[in-house]
């Protein structure tokens, strides 16, 4: 715990925050002082994340927009100013390529990749819109670096990541003067567990299961250090601060430790 409170009365909805970067995002928030509601699906992650923090947590499928408008409500009940919110949600290709994609899965995975990397982040910045404006509140996304480098996942994960990177851009032009946009774009991380496509069958395997795949992203960075989803909290925490970040829009932090290659 630190004696962080810039967001000390703030209140920040975060969608996808039952594990991984999501769940060390709605933790870093709560820790600088934040009131932090988080959508997660598993029921067990959300039980877990109430047990060990007073984090509100509602179980259900952030890529839904019943249950993010149902969220927006829970999040401002009694009036309250809606300050931030941050999405979390994504799933991996598991390095699919296109070269051995079969034709009944290559539609459907590309389908079910943008909708719920892409579709589901746009969807939720309509619906908490209003909220965000009344509270001259902001937005964070959550990249990737597959957002500006060839690695860290397959052609749809990383299409999906770049066009995350002009949603940004755009929303940020969109959404001004009155809410502010970012993103965060984190490296490969440590505690992480991505869903894989249901669209392809083979991947069912969690990203941790790959041997040595801490050892391989420390490599892979100028800091030679794996990232936790803890690194990942400040930024998230400094984009979020009103204060702070008050003039900072349409920008992207990469807490990737660095490329080095």
Known sequence: MTNDTRLEGLNVLVLGGGSGIGRGAALAYRQAGARVVVVERSAV??????AESDIEVVVGDATDPDVVSESIRKATEGGVALSNVTCCVGVFD?????????????????????????????????????????ARGSLTLTLSESAFHPVGGGVLYGSSKWALRGVVAHLAADFAPEVRVNGVAPGGTSGTSFSGLAALSQDKLSVEAVAGRDERIAKGTLLGSTPTPQDHGSAYVYLADPVGARIITGTVINSDGGRAR
Do not use: G, I
């Open 45 to 50: 992650n959300a039980e877990s994340l109430a």
């Open 94 to 134: 598991h390095y699919a390529s296109l070269r051995t994609l079969e034709e009944n899965e290559f539609a459907a995975a590309a389908q079910e990749m943008w909708r719920l990397n892409v579709l589901s982040a746009l969807s939720a910045a309509r619906l908490a819109w209003p909220a965000l404006r009344d």
